[in-house]
């Protein structure tokens, strides 16, 4: 994916907003909305439930991991916007 990569978001989906990364930030581009994110190893299946959601703390949120990973975010109750740095 470009860097820095800017997706809309489809309200209640996971959307993969970062693929193959060690790194970044996600960035809030359309507030007033709330949005979850979460990862998976790169190549592992996208998530389908809530269980590992965690709730943005700011608008910009930091994720790293020590392996390679998928990014994914989901805006709650309407579509939504964010980019993502690496």
């Known amino acids: 994916m470009a860097n820095p990569a800017v997706t809309n978001l489809v309200a209640d989906t996971w959307t993969k907003v970062a693929t193959n990364v060690y790194s970044g930030y996600v960035w809030i581009l359309k507030s007033g909305i709330g949005y979850l994110y979460t990862y998976r190893l790169t190549g592992e299946a996208a998530p389908t439930t809530l269980d590992d959601a965690i709730q943005f703390s ?14 994914y975010v989901r805006s709650i109750g309407e579509a939504g916007r964010v980019r993502f740095d690496s």
């Open 58 to 71: 700011m608008p910009g949120q930091e994720i790293a991991a020590n392996d390679p990973i998928d990014v």
